[in-house]
T-cell receptor, first 114, second 111 residues
Framework: DGGITQSPKYLFRKEGQNVTLSCEQNLNHDAMYWYRQDPGQGLRLIYYSQIVNDFQKGDIAEGYSVSREKKESFPLTVTSAQKNPTAFYLC?????????????FGPGTRLTVT | QQQVKQSPQSLIVQKGGISIINCAYENTAFDYFPWYQQFPGKGPALLIAIRPDVSEKKEGRFTISFNKSAKQFSLHIMDSQPGDSATYFCAANNQGGKLIFGQGTELSVKP
């Protein structure tokens, strides 16, 4: 089955700890994205990557970091500098980063920081 | 200018009725307008999309109406079913390839 996997589905952390969210795709897509979803705010872009070893900040990158060492993997680290990290995090990929390329989403990871 | 404004925030429709969700944008550089459907605890999935060179696109019970001069577009769900209950997001994509999402509409279809 081709698709995007995110793990874990639920993640709990104490304030002040860094945490890494996993995202893997076997669609052979070049572009990958991380979004944050909060109630009533839609999806907001955190980081995106058009190709391996390259990534750019999205609209809300502060307190987050990413890496893209392999085409199929795009992990997101939520650092202790992120002031309000509790949210639903969604990873997506597209064939390339062209306007009409469909973005396919993973099932998401719900992060709770207390 | 990069915003997409979506309304209503929530919508309750009787089974068999028409669900209508509206979106407005400012940036005339947007040239692709997809709608995504998201069920609770899942990631969004593409439902239907339109380009600004057409005024309407229909796929089954789902129709996008597009008004380029007013910079507005809407999703119509005909014969709404309880299985359509989900959150719907409009979005816009510019030449840079990044999606700008609306705030989302939580649709509930009552049997």
């Amino acid at each position: 089955d081709g698709g995007i996997t995110q793990s874990p589905k639920y993640l709990f952390r104490k304030e002040g700890q860094n945490v890494t969210l996993s995202c893997e795709q076997n669609l052979n897509h070049d572009a990958m994205y991380w979004y944050r979803q909060d109630p009533g705010q839609g999806l907001r872009l955190i980081y995106y990557s058009q190709i391996v070893n390259d990534f750019q900040k999205g609209d809300i990158a502060e307190g987050y970091s990413v890496s893209r060492e392999k085409k199929e993997s795009f992990p997101l680290t939520v650092t202790s500098a992120q002031k309000n990290p509790t949210a639903f995090y969604l990873c997506a990929s597209s064939l390339q980063q062209r306007p009409h390329d469909e973005q396919y989403f993973g099932p998401g990871t719900r992060l709770t920081v207390t | 200018q990069q915003q997409v404004k979506q309304s209503p925030q929530s919508l309750i429709v009787q089974k068999g009725g028409i669900s209508i969700i509206n979106c407005a944008y400012e940036n005339t550089a947007f040239d692709y307008f997809p709608w995504y459907q998201q069920f609770p605890g899942k990631g969004p999935a593409l439902l239907i999309a339109i380009r600004p060179d057409v005024s309407e696109k229909k796929e089954g019970r789902f129709t996008i109406s597009f008004n380029k001069s007013a910079k507005q577009f809407s999703l119509h769900i005909m014969d709404s079913q309880p299985g359509d209950s989900a959150t719907y997001f409009c979005a816009a994509n510019n030449q840079g390839g990044k999606l700008i999402f609306g705030q989302g509409t939580e649709l509930s279809v009552k049997p």
